[in-house]
Protein backbone atom coordinates (compact mmCIF):
# COMPACT_ATOMS: atom_id res chain seq x y z
CA UNK A 1 0.00 0.00 0.00
CA UNK A 2 1.11 3.58 -0.74
CA UNK A 3 2.91 5.18 2.62
CA UNK A 4 0.97 8.24 1.87
CA UNK A 5 -2.57 6.49 1.50
CA UNK A 6 -1.74 4.90 4.81
CA UNK A 7 -0.80 7.99 6.57
CA UNK A 8 -4.14 8.98 5.40
CA UNK A 9 -6.93 5.99 6.62
CA UNK A 10 -4.44 4.33 9.17
CA UNK A 11 -5.54 6.91 12.43
CA UNK A 12 -9.05 5.88 11.37
CA UNK A 13 -8.64 2.09 11.44
CA UNK A 14 -6.76 2.32 14.27
CA UNK A 15 -10.04 3.91 16.24
CA UNK A 16 -12.16 1.37 14.73
CA UNK A 17 -9.95 -1.49 15.88
CA UNK A 18 -10.19 -0.02 19.36
CA UNK A 19 -14.02 0.65 19.38
CA UNK A 20 -14.53 -3.18 18.11
CA UNK A 21 -12.42 -4.19 20.91
CA UNK A 22 -14.68 -2.49 23.37
CA UNK A 23 -17.73 -4.19 21.92
CA UNK A 24 -17.21 -7.34 24.70
CA UNK A 25 -20.21 -9.05 25.03
CA UNK A 26 -21.40 -9.32 21.58
CA UNK A 27 -19.30 -8.38 18.82
CA UNK A 28 -20.33 -7.07 15.65
CA UNK A 29 -19.75 -8.98 12.37
CA UNK A 30 -16.99 -7.61 9.92
CA UNK A 31 -18.87 -7.82 7.33
CA UNK A 32 -21.35 -4.91 8.81
CA UNK A 33 -18.03 -3.02 10.14
CA UNK A 34 -16.65 -2.39 6.67
CA UNK A 35 -19.87 -1.98 5.45
CA UNK A 36 -20.46 1.25 8.08
CA UNK A 37 -17.13 2.48 7.19
CA UNK A 38 -17.99 2.29 3.36
CA UNK A 39 -21.14 4.55 4.50
CA UNK A 40 -19.55 6.97 6.10
CA UNK A 41 -16.87 7.46 3.02
CA UNK A 42 -20.72 7.60 1.23
CA UNK A 43 -21.52 9.96 3.96
CA UNK A 44 -18.11 12.84 2.69
CA UNK A 45 -20.16 12.56 -0.72
CA UNK A 46 -23.69 13.14 0.64
CA UNK A 47 -22.39 16.08 2.58
CA UNK A 48 -21.77 18.11 -0.54
CA UNK A 49 -25.26 17.93 -1.43
CA UNK A 50 -26.04 19.84 1.92
CA UNK A 51 -23.34 22.22 2.18
CA UNK A 52 -23.01 22.88 -1.73
CA UNK A 53 -27.08 24.45 -1.53
CA UNK A 54 -25.83 26.28 1.78
CA UNK A 55 -23.36 28.17 0.37
CA UNK A 56 -25.28 28.80 -3.02
CA UNK A 57 -27.89 30.52 -0.59
CA UNK A 58 -25.31 32.41 1.42
CA UNK A 59 -25.47 30.64 4.49
CA UNK A 60 -21.48 30.66 4.43
CA UNK A 61 -19.02 32.34 2.64
CA UNK A 62 -16.88 30.92 -0.25
CA UNK A 63 -13.66 32.17 1.51
CA UNK A 64 -14.27 33.17 5.28
CA UNK A 65 -11.92 36.22 6.30
CA UNK A 66 -13.72 37.64 9.56
CA UNK A 67 -14.98 35.74 12.63
CA UNK A 68 -18.15 35.74 11.97
CA UNK A 69 -17.63 34.13 8.36
CA UNK A 70 -15.30 31.86 9.94
CA UNK A 71 -18.80 30.81 12.91
CA UNK A 72 -21.03 30.16 9.73
CA UNK A 73 -18.61 28.29 7.39
CA UNK A 74 -18.21 26.20 10.56
CA UNK A 75 -21.87 25.59 10.89
CA UNK A 76 -23.18 25.32 7.99
CA UNK A 77 -20.25 24.40 5.56
CA UNK A 78 -18.93 21.85 8.01
CA UNK A 79 -20.78 20.55 10.93
CA UNK A 80 -24.21 20.40 9.60
CA UNK A 81 -23.98 18.87 6.58
CA UNK A 82 -21.33 16.17 7.90
CA UNK A 83 -23.05 15.52 10.12
CA UNK A 84 -26.33 15.00 8.89
CA UNK A 85 -24.57 13.60 6.01
CA UNK A 86 -23.44 10.68 9.14
CA UNK A 87 -26.93 10.35 10.49
CA UNK A 88 -28.63 9.05 7.29
CA UNK A 89 -25.90 7.18 6.06
CA UNK A 90 -25.63 5.18 9.61
CA UNK A 91 -29.54 4.86 9.46
CA UNK A 92 -29.40 3.33 6.29
CA UNK A 93 -26.69 0.87 7.74
CA UNK A 94 -27.91 -0.83 10.15
CA UNK A 95 -32.05 0.24 10.49
CA UNK A 96 -32.86 -3.54 9.90
CA UNK A 97 -29.79 -5.17 11.10
CA UNK A 98 -30.44 -7.69 13.44
CA UNK A 99 -26.54 -7.62 14.82
CA UNK A 100 -27.80 -4.24 16.56
CA UNK A 101 -29.16 -5.36 19.61
CA UNK A 102 -27.07 -3.93 22.10
CA UNK A 103 -26.72 -0.10 23.30
CA UNK A 104 -22.99 0.04 22.51
CA UNK A 105 -23.94 -1.49 18.83
CA UNK A 106 -25.39 2.56 18.49
CA UNK A 107 -21.33 3.58 19.50
CA UNK A 108 -19.39 0.70 17.07
CA UNK A 109 -21.66 1.57 14.15
CA UNK A 110 -21.70 5.49 14.36
CA UNK A 111 -17.72 4.86 14.88
CA UNK A 112 -17.21 2.96 11.69
CA UNK A 113 -19.28 5.57 9.70
CA UNK A 114 -17.43 8.40 11.29
CA UNK A 115 -14.13 7.03 10.89
CA UNK A 116 -15.23 6.00 7.20
CA UNK A 117 -15.96 9.73 6.66
CA UNK A 118 -12.52 10.76 8.14
CA UNK A 119 -10.91 8.45 6.19
CA UNK A 120 -12.07 9.32 2.75
CA UNK A 121 -11.42 13.39 4.03
CA UNK A 122 -8.17 12.41 5.09
CA UNK A 123 -7.31 11.56 2.00
CA UNK A 124 -7.56 14.66 0.11
CA UNK A 125 -5.74 16.81 2.70
CA UNK A 126 -2.54 14.17 3.21
CA UNK A 127 -2.66 13.93 -0.83
CA UNK A 128 -3.60 17.94 -1.34
CA UNK A 129 -0.28 18.67 1.02
CA UNK A 130 2.14 17.15 -1.03
CA UNK A 131 5.75 17.55 0.20
CA UNK A 132 3.77 18.52 3.79
CA UNK A 133 1.86 15.04 3.68
CA UNK A 134 3.36 13.42 7.05
CA UNK A 135 3.21 16.92 9.07
CA UNK A 136 -0.82 16.78 7.69
CA UNK A 137 -1.13 12.74 8.07
CA UNK A 138 0.58 13.21 11.96
CA UNK A 139 -1.57 16.62 12.86
CA UNK A 140 -4.71 15.25 11.22
CA UNK A 141 -4.07 12.22 13.30
CA UNK A 142 -3.90 14.20 16.41
CA UNK A 143 -6.72 16.18 16.46
CA UNK A 144 -9.00 15.79 13.23
CA UNK A 145 -9.75 11.95 13.06
CA UNK A 146 -10.05 11.88 17.19
CA UNK A 147 -12.65 14.40 16.71
CA UNK A 148 -14.62 12.94 14.60
CA UNK A 149 -14.68 9.70 16.90
CA UNK A 150 -15.74 12.28 19.53
CA UNK A 151 -18.69 13.45 17.51
CA UNK A 152 -19.76 9.80 16.57
CA UNK A 153 -19.29 8.54 19.86
CA UNK A 154 -22.33 11.42 20.89
CA UNK A 155 -24.26 10.32 17.88
CA UNK A 156 -24.13 6.89 18.47
CA UNK A 157 -24.36 7.10 22.09
CA UNK A 158 -27.87 8.87 21.64
CA UNK A 159 -28.87 6.58 18.37
CA UNK A 160 -29.19 3.47 21.04
CA UNK A 161 -31.29 5.54 23.72
CA UNK A 162 -33.42 6.72 20.86
CA UNK A 163 -33.80 2.55 19.74
CA UNK A 164 -33.68 0.58 22.88
CA UNK A 165 -34.91 3.31 25.75
CA UNK A 166 -38.73 4.48 26.30
CA UNK A 167 -40.58 5.01 23.25
CA UNK A 168 -41.71 8.54 24.81
CA UNK A 169 -37.96 9.61 25.08
CA UNK A 170 -37.41 8.62 21.21
CA UNK A 171 -37.70 12.26 19.63
CA UNK A 172 -35.57 13.91 22.70
CA UNK A 173 -32.77 11.38 22.10
CA UNK A 174 -33.21 10.94 18.21
CA UNK A 175 -33.09 14.87 18.08
CA UNK A 176 -29.70 14.89 20.19
CA UNK A 177 -28.35 12.55 18.08
CA UNK A 178 -27.86 15.16 15.85
CA UNK A 179 -27.60 18.05 17.67
CA UNK A 180 -24.64 16.79 19.89
CA UNK A 181 -22.77 16.36 17.44
CA UNK A 182 -23.27 18.99 15.08
CA UNK A 183 -22.69 21.80 18.48
CA UNK A 184 -19.83 19.69 18.97
CA UNK A 185 -18.26 19.57 15.94
CA UNK A 186 -19.33 23.14 14.97
CA UNK A 187 -17.35 24.64 18.21
CA UNK A 188 -14.09 22.20 17.15
CA UNK A 189 -14.20 23.74 13.67
CA UNK A 190 -15.03 27.27 15.11
CA UNK A 191 -12.31 27.58 17.61
CA UNK A 192 -9.80 26.54 14.76
CA UNK A 193 -11.09 28.32 12.09
CA UNK A 194 -11.53 32.09 14.02
CA UNK A 195 -7.55 31.68 15.25
CA UNK A 196 -6.58 32.92 11.69
CA UNK A 197 -8.69 36.07 12.10
CA UNK A 198 -7.72 37.43 15.66
CA UNK A 199 -4.40 38.84 17.67
CA UNK A 200 -1.95 36.82 18.49
CA UNK A 201 -3.41 37.21 22.76
CA UNK A 202 -6.77 35.80 21.55
CA UNK A 203 -5.39 33.39 19.27
CA UNK A 204 -3.66 32.32 22.64
CA UNK A 205 -6.77 32.16 24.17
CA UNK A 206 -8.52 30.13 21.88
CA UNK A 207 -5.87 27.45 21.71
CA UNK A 208 -6.46 26.64 25.43
CA UNK A 209 -10.33 27.08 24.74
CA UNK A 210 -9.42 24.17 22.03
CA UNK A 211 -7.43 22.22 24.35
CA UNK A 212 -10.05 22.69 26.97
CA UNK A 213 -12.99 21.18 24.33
CA UNK A 214 -10.80 18.32 22.90
CA UNK A 215 -10.35 17.32 26.70
CA UNK A 216 -14.08 17.70 27.70
CA UNK A 217 -14.84 15.29 24.50
CA UNK A 218 -12.21 12.65 25.31
CA UNK A 219 -13.75 12.51 28.72
CA UNK A 220 -17.30 12.79 27.77
CA UNK A 221 -16.90 10.47 24.80
CA UNK A 222 -15.14 7.24 27.71
CA UNK A 223 -18.41 8.21 29.87
CA UNK A 224 -20.67 7.55 27.48
CA UNK A 225 -18.86 4.09 25.94
CA UNK A 226 -18.75 3.01 29.86
CA UNK A 227 -21.89 3.34 30.34
CA UNK A 228 -23.40 1.73 27.39
CA UNK A 229 -21.23 -1.35 28.20
CA UNK A 230 -22.46 -1.23 31.77
CA UNK A 231 -26.03 -0.95 30.58
CA UNK A 232 -25.28 -4.36 28.26
CA UNK A 233 -23.76 -6.06 30.73
CA UNK A 234 -26.84 -4.97 33.42
CA UNK A 235 -29.26 -6.48 30.66
CA UNK A 236 -26.82 -9.52 29.96
CA UNK A 237 -27.16 -10.46 33.43
CA UNK A 238 -31.22 -10.66 33.36
CA UNK A 239 -31.56 -12.53 30.41
CA UNK A 240 -28.97 -14.92 31.81
Known amino acids: MNIVLLVAILPALVLVYFI ?3 DKYEREPTKMLVKAFAFGALSALASFLISGPFGAIGLYPAEATTVGGHIRTALFGAAIPEEVAKFVLLWLCIRKSPYFDEYVDGIVYAVCVGM ?5 ENVGYVFG ?3 AWLAT ?3 RAIVSIPAHF ?3 VSMGYYYSKATFDREDQRKLNIALALIVPIALHAAFDAILMVTSSVSATVASGLVVLFLGLYLYMLAISKKRIKEHLATDAEMSNRNF
Request: aromatic share 30%; net charge positive.
Open 129 to 131: SQE
Open 20 to 22: YRK
Open 116 to 120: GFAAF
Open 150 to 152: FFA
Open 137 to 139: GIM
